[in-house]
């Protein structure tokens, strides 16, 4: 009982049944963060280490270098690549370490302040923005795809989705108590829909990689 009443976030009412859904507890956020951050951090740092070693080597082919049209290495090649003048990836190291401390913090028992949830809610919304401008750059002008962004992809859509309805749920976003309703029921539906869409306008868009 002690375990439960410290799990539950504060400023949680209005829920039929009178609990939140797993996912939105203090333990279950941690739980969430610290597997997509980690996964998120492993995949930004391989993308850099794949970079370096373009850099030292021109001629190096990338472990994902499957095909012409998955391929890190064509990627890399691309301004896209390199939006803000540095590599990408940097920021995906530095924005996964934020995930996985803010998971250690959770796991600590301790609970951060009203005013975190919502920066890290900007935060994450902007990185998803990015993400999702990756996407349109890689299906629609480059044409190929980088199979270590693809995971950066799905990670970012689990996150968004199960953040946002965390901060719902737990009134550190205002919201009508339908929408926090909604999201207690349907927030891994939701994750499990966009996550199909993305994977669907993948293979469509390159459906004559994927079927030859």
Known sequence: MEDDARDAPTGVNGLQGGGIPAFASDRGVAWLFAVCGFIGF????QLVLERLALYEDPNYVTS???S??????????????????????????AAFTVILTTAMVLFSCARPARWYWRGLQVGVGLGFLFVVWLWSQALFEIHILCLYCMVVWAVMIVLTVLLTARNVICGDLPAPAGLRQFLAEWAWPLTVLLLVAAAASVFFSFSQAFLG
């Open 42 to 45: 492993l995949a930004s740092g």
């Open 64 to 66: 994902c270098d499957i």
């Open 68 to 93: 012409p049209f998955v391929s890190c290495g064509e990627v890399f090649r691309t301004w896209q690549a390199a939006l803000f003048g540095f590599p990408n990836p940097l920021i995906g190291i």
